[in-house]
């Protein structure tokens, strides 16, 4: 059965380091989210992408924050200057077009040091 | 803004025994739909159930189910003979309807969880 697939399964870095988490979406479909969920708490949406472009963003996903399709099949969120409360899980999710569901990802544990 | 409330942040059943998790939403749309969510300790998401608002029929997938509310905006789900492997966190979840056919899938939008332990 496709599934949505993250690299790495656990990331640690240093305050100020840039880090890219990476996701590989279920090869049909077309959008594609990222959210976050700090650990104990809810799961928060940070951004939505659609035919190349972002087509939503929360207030979470701010200058520091990018997501990139570099080539066809991965899709990336790359944070530039990492703070201490980035530190959390990160999931990737994909959909596909007209679809209702997200397929989520194992996600990312992002640990900032 | 829409938002999604689970009032239980923990819960407990016996194996075998039935359980159900409030979920309530507020939201001034009429067609949405809504998730059940299970995040295992791998933290993985799993969906679990799908409703949608403008099916009055209550969702069912096997010893699942969820009892739709739609004028009290209500979405609960009962998991009925409770296996060990149905401890978990539970997310109730929205997402609003897509403005047209094939348009952009909106994000989901979380409640806080339910934390159910399953007692053998």
């Known amino acids: 059965e496709p599934e949505v697939t993250q690299t790495p399964s656990h990331q640690v870095t240093q305050m100020g380091q840039e880090v890219i988490l990476r996701c590989v979406p279920i090869?049909?479909?077309?959008?594609f989210y990222w959210y976050r969920q700090i650990l104990g708490q809810k799961v928060e949406f940070l951004v939505s992408f659609y035919n190349n472009e972002i087509s939503e963003k929360s207030e979470i996903f701010d200058d520091q924050f990018s997501v990139e399709r570099p080539d066809g099949s991965n899709f990336t969120l790359k944070i530039r200057s990492t703070k201490l409360e980035d530190s959390a899980m990160y999931f990737c999710a994909s959909g596909p077009k007209g679809g209702t569901e997200a397929f989520f990802g194992q996600g990312t544990r992002l640990t900032v040091v | 803004a829409q938002t999604v409330t689970q009032s239980q942040p923990e819960m407990s059943v016996q194996e075998a025994e039935t359980v159900t998790l409030s979920c309530t939403y507020d939201t001034s749309e009429s067609d949405y739909y809504l998730f059940w969510y299970k995040q295992p300790p791998s933290r993985q998401m799993i969906l679990v159930i799908r409703q949608e608002a403008y099916k009055q029929q209550n969702a069912t997938e096997n010893r699942f189910s969820v009892n739709f509310q739609k004028a009290a905006k209500s979405f609960s789900l009962k998991i009925s003979d409770s296996q060990l492997g149905d401890a978990a966190m539970y997310f109730c979840a929205y997402r609003s309807f897509p403005m047209n056919y094939g348009g952009a899938t909106n994000k989901l939008i979380f409640g806080t969880g339910t934390l159910l332990a399953v007692q053998p």
């Open positions: 090869s049909n479909h077309l959008y």
